[in-house]
């Protein structure tokens, strides 16, 4: 069992820069691929980023290519998302996800889910 707390969210200006926190708790977070996935109101949930075991392999949505950047401190059992030059469409409740098993993007089966964190820009 695998439980994950976001941290970070919060509301911010278009244009500036946010860093999601989300820290793993258990004994295999070295093992699990881990992603980021987002859902803005009235939208379906999308993903966003994910990232390997090792941290060698990442992929990013093309929404978010080259201003979001995921990273994983195995020691620290902590996966961050490093978000640069927000836009409002960004806005969206922002959510961790561990799979066991398949390549870091949008179609691995992720098993373990945060509780979500809240990232809203203003205009």
């Known amino acids: 069992q695998v439980q994950l707390v976001e941290y970070g969210g919060g509301l911010v200006q278009a244009g500036d820069s946010l860093r999601l926190s989300c820290a793993a708790s258990?004994?295999?977070?070295?093992?699990?691929?881990m992603g980021w996935f987002r859902q803005a109101p009235g939208k379906e949930r999308e993903f966003v980023s994910a990232i390997s075991e090792n941290g060698y392999i990442m992929d990013h949505a093309d929404s978010v290519k080259g201003r979001f950047t995921i990273s994983r401190d195995n020691v620290k059992n902590t996966v961050y998302l490093q978000m640069n030059r927000l836009k409002v469409e960004d806005t969206a409740v922002y959510y961790c996800a561990a799979a066991r098993f398949g390549a870091p993007g949008p179609y691995s089966k992720y098993d373990y889910w945060g509780q979500g964190t809240q990232v809203t820009v203003s205009s």
């Open positions: 258990g004994r295999s977070f070295s093992s699990y691929v």
